[in-house]
Each structure stands twice: as structure tokens, then as C-alpha cells.
């Protein structure tokens, strides 16, 4: 299963915008890249998914350069409630979802 | 209920004791997960179902763990003779589809304490 590098935790004030970026430098050409977000007490929700080049909705929206061996997720104007651990995966077909430890995002106020 | 229901939330047992854990996956999801996260550490894959394949039993820790899904529904993971590094939330999701294309979505969680 190829593996994804992430970093353990970032810190945040309201307001600003914040980018995750996640190395995946063994992407297979099937394998799309999928981050998930993740509240204490809670089980993950998906956030976003993509490709190649940008993907945007109205949580995050997902960077990935030509080459794809990284994504970026990056979160506009972030607030208190958005502080979690944001896991980034690599999908590919009919095979398990693998979580790495995920970046532990603090927001201060 | 319109999401994946996990029971029981909270379990305490004794060293040595078995137990079992249920989840009730999204009606019509054909794929189902379960993942173990211990105290502050990422999910770790236990075992993976796809419809009428053969699961995927790659990330079950030994011998002691076994899961079922009757019916192509419900799962019961079963921890026989449990240990104190036992002791974790256990995670269930499902999935409309394969993996790639559709978003997995989980359960609360059952929390089980092994003393």
C-alpha cells in the first residue's frame, strides 16, 4: 500500500487560511487522494477527494501538481470548530482505506 | 436510522473475557470497514468487506479477532480472551461503492475498555 507523509500537528489563528500539505511520492497512476477530517470522540468524515490539478467545495479545497506525488488541503478562513486531525489517504479500487496518525490542527483565538 | 449505528458505545470487561461489537452499515452499502484507534494514534485497518468477496482480513492483530457480516448487513466484530492492549475505540464504516470513488462513512464508535 503505497504511504502518505503528513505533518503531526499545525497551529492556527481564526480567520486565517491553512494548507496541509501531504507527500505521496510512491501515487500509483489508479490511486486518487482522499482527506478525511476527524473530531474527538468522533469517527472521520470525508472532506474532499481528487485527481489531479484543483478540486474545490464548500469545506476545503484540494491541490495536487502535475505530478502528484503531493496534495495540499487547504482550508479558508478557519475557525475554533475547525480544529481536528485531517488524514489524507491514497484510494485506488476495490482495496482498504489505510489511515496513517493524521496532522493535528489547533485553531487559537 | 440514516447512518452507521454501532453497539455497544461504551463496553468494560475483564481480562480474559470475550466480547462482540456490532454495526449496522448504511442501508444498500456494499462495503464495510473496521478500523481500531487507540488513545491519540491514527485508525489502523482491521478488516474490509466487499459484498459477496471474500474479506479482507489483512489487518486483523491475531488470531483472537474475527468479524462476520450476515446477510450482506449487519457486522459483529468478536474479540475472544481479551487483553489490556485491547483496549480502543473500534471504528465501523461503509461505503456505497469501492473505495475509490465513494466516501466512507463511520459510526461513533464503540469504546472498549479492557481491565
Known amino acids: 500500500l503505497a504511504k502518505t507523509t503528513q505533518p503531526i500537528s499545525m497551529d492556527s489563528y481564526e480567520g486565517q487560511e491553512v494548507n496541509i500539505t501531504c507527500s505521496h511520492n510512491n501515487i500509483a497512476t489508479n490511486d486518487y487522494i482522499t482527506w478525511y477530517q476527524q473530531f474527538p470522540s468522533q469517527g472521520p468524515r470525508f472532506i474532499i477527494q481528487g485527481y489531479k490539478t484543483k478540486v474545490t467545495n464548500e469545506v476545503a479545497s484540494l491541490f495536487i501538481p502535475a505530478d502528484r506525488k503531493s496534495s495540499t488541503l487547504s482550508l479558508p478562513r478557519v475557525s475554533l470548530s475547525d480544529t481536528a486531525v485531517y488524514y489524507c489517504l491514497l484510494s485506488s479500487g476495490n482495496t482498504p482505506l489505510v489511515f496513517g496518525k493524521g496532522t493535528r490542527l489547533s485553531v487559537i483565538a | 436510522g440514516a447512518g452507521v449505528s454501532q453497539s455497544p458505545s461504551n463496553k468494560v470487561t475483564e481480562k480474559g473475557k470475550d466480547v462482540e461489537l456490532r454495526c449496522d452499515p448504511i442501508s444498500g452499502h456494499t462495503a464495510l470497514y473496521w478500523y481500531r484507534q487507540s488513545l491519540g494514534q491514527g485508525l489502523e485497518f482491521l478488516i474490509y468487506f466487499q459484498g459477496n468477496s471474500a474479506p479482507d482480513k489483512s489487518g486483523l492483530p491475531s488470531d483472537r479477532f474475527s468479524a462476520e457480516r450476515t446477510g450482506g448487513s449487519v457486522s459483529t466484530l468478536t474479540i475472544q480472551r481479551t487483553q489490556q492492549e485491547d483496549s480502543a475505540v473500534y471504528l465501523c464504516?461503509?461505503?456505497?461503492?469501492?473505495?475509490?470513488?465513494?466516501?466512507?462513512?463511520f459510526g461513533e464508535g464503540s469504546r472498549l475498555t479492557v481491565l
Open positions: 464504516a461503509s461505503s456505497g461503492g469501492l473505495a475509490l470513488t465513494g466516501e466512507l462513512f
